[in-house]
């Protein structure tokens, strides 16, 4: 019998409700998630918290970079109305959707099960490697320590793209706790962009292929125990995927949403999906699995 993937939901639920919310979170966990991913930045007054982009127009009522903002500032802001879905009462009140690493960590402890946290690094940070010391101090303040990578029933683990901040992990986080993630970078597609022109284009898929290289070449040599591509690049990169699981690494695909994406996941042998709809995901290897 095969056994199924992991599923971690991709900043939460985060198809049913605003991405990195308190609401997406609950709703991953009722859905039977596996794990949960969040992003971390950190704010000016050194909270770690759970946003993607650096800066807030997309995701809040507020503007600017996140890391300009202290804590307080940011409670101010409304995180959740902008994906145009009400959130159930149970899940928090507008004021409670932002996140802190500690709270998300409070919420999966009160799940009462298992359940896996993948924790990626935001860069490039104006607050440099502050940013994992940081992270690695609120764990260990619950009593994380590297080898088992465990805060109670919740096992975590480390993401970047960024490659010095994985070899800056995996100086003291063992590498199986740790995920190196590789995007696929077209550097003609960045070229031609309408939205960089052509040499702002260029110089920017330039400086992104050589992050691509970087994060190969640490999982060539296996410094990382996850790998973490996108699900366009497990496609597009069949050989080096198969040489990949063959070393012994585990995969780590984003963000697999499609039905024929998680069929071909499954035919790979891919053991962990990241999803914004995890309760449809699972329902769907429940059903191709038995």
Not at 183 to 193: K, N, P
Not at 207 to 222: N, P
């Amino acid at each position: 019998m095969t056994t199924r993937p992991l599923v971690y939901a991709h900043r939460g639920a985060s198809a049913r409700f605003a991405e990195h919310t308190r609401a997406a979170y609950l709703q991953a966990l009722a859905d039977g998630a596996d794990g949960v991913e969040c992003d971390v930045h950190l704010t000016r007054d050194q909270h770690l918290v759970l946003l993607h982009d650096p800066n807030l127009d997309r995701t809040s009522s507020g503007t600017g970079p996140v890391a300009e903002r202290t804590l307080a500032q940011l409670r101010e802001l409304d995180f959740s109305s902008w994906k145009g879905v009400r959130v159930p009462d149970e899940f928090g009140a507008q004021s409670q959707q932002l996140l802190t690493l500690p709270e998300l960590l409070d919420l999966l402890a009160a799940s009462g099960r298992e359940v896996g946290l993948a924790i990626e690094l935001k860069h490039p940070s104006p607050y440099r490697r502050a940013l994992e010391d940081r992270v690695l101090e609120a764990l260990r303040s619950r009593g994380w320590e590297p080898e088992s990578s465990r805060v109670g029933s919740i096992q975590i683990s480390f993401m970047s793209f960024d490659a010095e901040a994985i070899e800056y992990l995996l100086a003291s986080v063992p590498a199986r706790h740790v995920c190196m993630l590789v995007d696929d970078v077209s550097v003609e597609e960045l070229r031609q962009s309408a939205a960089l022109g052509a040499l702002t284009g260029g110089a920017v898929a330039n400086v992104l292929k050589a992050a691509q290289l970087d994060a190969e070449a640490i999982l060539d040599e296996g410094r990382a125990g996850i790998a973490g591509p996108g699900i366009r690049y497990v496609r597009d990169h069949p050989n080096r995927v198969r040489a990949w699981l063959e070393a012994g690494l585990t995969f780590r695909v984003w963000t697999v949403d499609a039905p024929e994406d998680v069929e071909h996941c499954l035919a790979v042998g891919i053991q962990q999906i990241t999803t914004n709809r995890p309760a449809e995901v699972l329902a769907q290897l429940g059903a191709a699995l038995g």
